[in-house]
Every structure is written in C-alpha cells, then in structure tokens.
C-alpha cells in the first residue's frame, strides 16, 4: 500500500522506508531466492535421478534371482 510521505517522496507503508529501497530490497531478495532455488532444482533432479537409479537397479537384482 503505497502512501505519500510528508516529504513529498512516496512512503511504502508500515516501516516508512522509502518505496525505492524496498523495491531495491525486494529485487536482490529476489534474485538470490531465483540462484538458490536454481541450485536446489539442480541438486533434487540429481538426487532423483540416483533414486531412479537404484531402484531400477534394485527391481532387476530382483527379477534376476527369482
């Protein structure tokens, strides 16, 4: 909710910084949490691939011995 402040600038609401440094804020928050979610897919597509891995390794161990 963006309210005017008594100087003029354009005040961002309760904590009454200025809209532009939140936006600042907001936007390299933002980027780290698009990195990091990226490393993370990154890292859960390799575990789920080895999981896959050693399932499919496992269910034909299986079928081999019985």
Do not use: I
Not at 15 to 25: F, K, S
């Amino acid at each position: 909710m963006q309210q005017q402040a008594p100087s003029g600038q354009a005040g961002s609401g309760w904590r009454g910084d200025p809209l532009e440094e939140v936006l600042e804020r907001f936007a390299e928050s933002s980027g780290r949490a698009r990195d990091f979610a990226g490393v993370l897919h990154g890292s859960l597509s390799k575990a789920c691939a080895a999981v896959g891995h050693l399932a499919y390794n496992d269910v034909a161990e299986e079928r081999t011995h019985s």
